[in-house]
């Protein structure tokens, strides 16, 4: 029996985060389309696969993170999803304009939404708490 377009959507979500864990980043960009749009928490709108492949770049040179205790959801007709999670992480190198790393740790709540086309994601918006963030990471302290 074949999978349903809801069914295949939310497979497909799970195996966007799936495949963030393992960090290989290529399987990674692959579930992508090629104008992928990426609106990034609290910042602006970045569009295409290369710019996405420079934003992980960047991540995994400050960040090591891994979601946990994903949840999914997607429309029935499987053009849209979305996921909340937890991100668990450490911080560490210093972001441009965030405070100093030194391998903190944190866990924060998110959420993210996604359009879907053609078996890839299109679309991932991602909304989490940048103030709990910098909380955790000690900022101004």
């Not at 960090?23 to 960009?29: P, Y």
């Not at 909340?84 to 391998?103: K, Q, R, S, V, W």
């Amino acid at each position: 029996m074949a999978l349903s377009s809801q069914s295949q959507a939310a497979a497909l979500i799970q195996n966007y985060y799936d495949t963030f864990n393992t960090g290989d980043r290529e399987a990674f960009l692959a579930l992508l389309t090629d104008d992928v749009a990426h609106d990034i928490n609290q910042g602006g709108t970045e569009t295409g696969k290369d710019v996405f492949r420079a934003f992980l770049h960047r991540m995994d040179r400050c960040y090591r993170e891994q979601v946990r205790d994903l949840v999914v959801f997607a429309n029935e007709d499987g053009t849209r999803g979305a996921a909340e999670f937890f991100i668990e992480g450490e911080y560490l190198a210093t972001d441009e304009g965030l405070p100093p790393a030194a391998g903190q740790r944190y866990r924060l709540r998110v959420g993210a939404f996604f359009d879907l086309c053609e078996g890839r994601v299109s679309r991932v918006t991602n909304y989490y708490n940048l103030e709990e963030w910098l909380r955790q990471v000690g900022a101004g302290k």
